[in-house]
Every structure is written in structure tokens, then in C-alpha cells.
């Protein structure tokens, strides 16, 4: 079974700009994450969509991250303008529903603001 | 406020030394404990999940147990392929989303 999907692996950007990550998650999956980790940290939610719908995005910043899930199957995260502290690595995850055998990460899309 | 604790930070082990990381943790309910492996550059990697206090799982070199505040992961006669960041997360009931430690990195040198 293919993989959790992320692009792009890298990206720079300087402070006040934009930027947006790509993730698609294992065909059938329902469940889609976002979380992000900053380096020396555990991963750390930002927002989970179940389908299309957002369950929980009590942990993202609402005045400067957006993200979305159109149709239920692909989804992107967006930052706008971008702040030095944003600089992490954002992974994606998906599951079935609660995933008692865990969730799948993707590798990651690692973010560096100058 | 659920909290994850994870010591220690860093750990270097001889190959064939086997050792315990710690996986402490306050949540209300818990309905689950997971353990991931993460390497350099990847994405974390599903090890274990446990649910009761009591539970044991194993995986090749790799035993998880659990008590009702803490976790333990022993690593018996580790190998360098063992190195990596071991991370413990807690699910807590109402909700899917893991809420996890900052990991132990284990460094098994030949």
C-alpha cells in the first residue's frame, strides 16, 4: 500500500511570506492530521479532519494557518505571513478512524523562515 | 492538561547492551499508549500501542510495558539499527489526536 504523500520535502522562505504543504493520505483513509514538530520536540497537533469535516484545530494559530480538505482526500496546509518560530517540520498523518495500530506519518515537509 | 514526560533525553548504548527508556505520563482516561521509532528525516514509524495497565507487547529486540503512570521500552541487546528517536504518545478518550513526549535518542554504537 502506497505510502502518506508530502510535498515539498523542503522549503525556505523569509519572514512574512507565504507558504502552503501538500499531503495526501492513504486512499480510503477518513482521518487525516497535521502536526507539527519543532526540532528537539514530540510532534504536536495542529489540526485533525475527519472527511472534509475539522474536528479538532484547537492548537493552530487561526490568525496566521489555514488549512483545508477538499473532498475528503487531499489537503493542504497554509501559513500566511510566515514568522521565524514557525520554522519545523510539518507531518502529515492519516487513519482509518481511532487506529488502534496507530496512525501513518508521511516524511514530512521540513520549513525553514529566514 | 494531559502531559508526556520522556527520559532520558539521550541515550548511547554498546551493541549487545541492553537498557530501558521511561514513558511517564498524566492523562484523564487513558485510552491509549503508543510508542514510535522515528529516524533522521522521516516521519515517525508505529512500534506498539498499549491499553491496560499489566499489557506487554514485544517486536524483535523491543518490549513495551505499561503501569498506570508510566511506560517502559526495553531494548534488549540493541543493534546499531536500533538508533533512532523513540517517541511515546498518549490518546486520551474523546478523540483520535496522540499527544506526545520530546522523545529519547538512542545511539547504539558497534
Known amino acids: 500500500e502506497a505510502g502518506v504523500a508530502q510535498s515539498p520535502r523542503y522549503k525556505i522562505i523569509e519572514k512574512r511570506q507565504s507558504v502552503a504543504f501538500w499531503c495526501n493520505p492513504i486512499?480510503?483513509?477518513?482521518?487525516l492530521y497535521w502536526y507539527q514538530q519543532i526540532l528537539g520536540q514530540g510532534p504536536k497537533l495542529l489540526i485533525q479532519?475527519?472527511?472534509?469535516?475539522?474536528?479538532?484545530d484547537s492548537q493552530l494559530p487561526k490568525d496566521r494557518f489555514s488549512a483545508e480538505r477538499l473532498k475528503g482526500v487531499d489537503s493542504t496546509l497554509k501559513i500566511q505571513p510566515a514568522k521565524l518560530e514557525d520554522s519545523a517540520v510539518y507531518l502529515c498523518?492519516?487513519?482509518?478512524?481511532?487506529?488502534?495500530?496507530?496512525?501513518?506519518f508521511g516524511s514530512g515537509t521540513r520549513l525553514t523562515v529566514v | 492538561e494531559d502531559q508526556v514526560t520522556q527520559s532520558p533525553e539521550a541515550l548511547r548504548l554498546q551493541e549487545g547492551e541492553s537498557s530501558s527508556l521511561n514513558c511517564s505520563y498524566t492523562?484523564?482516561?487513558?485510552?491509549?499508549l503508543f510508542w514510535y521509532r522515528q529516524d533522521p528525516g522521516k516521519g515517525p514509524e508505529f512500534l506498539f500501542t498499549?491499553?491496560?495497565a499489566g499489557e506487554e507487547k514485544e517486536k524483535e529486540r523491543l518490549k513495551a510495558t505499561l503501569t498506570k503512570k508510566e511506560s517502559f521500552l526495553h531494548i534488549t541487546a540493541p543493534k546499531p539499527e536500533d538508533s533512532a528517536t523513540y517517541l511515546c504518545?498518549?490518546?486520551?478518550?474523546?478523540?483520535?489526536?496522540?499527544?506526545f513526549g520530546k522523545g529519547t535518542s538512542l545511539l547504539v554504537t558497534p
Open positions: 486512499s480510503g483513509h477518513a482521518t
Open positions: 479532519f475527519q472527511n472534509n469535516g475539522v474536528v479538532d
Open positions: 498499549l491499553y491496560s
Open positions: 492523562v484523564s482516561g487513558l485510552r491509549g
Open positions: 504518545a498518549v490518546q486520551a478518550p474523546g478523540g483520535y489526536a496522540l499527544n
Open positions: 498523518a492519516s487513519s482509518w478512524g481511532a487506529e488502534q495500530d496507530g496512525y501513518t
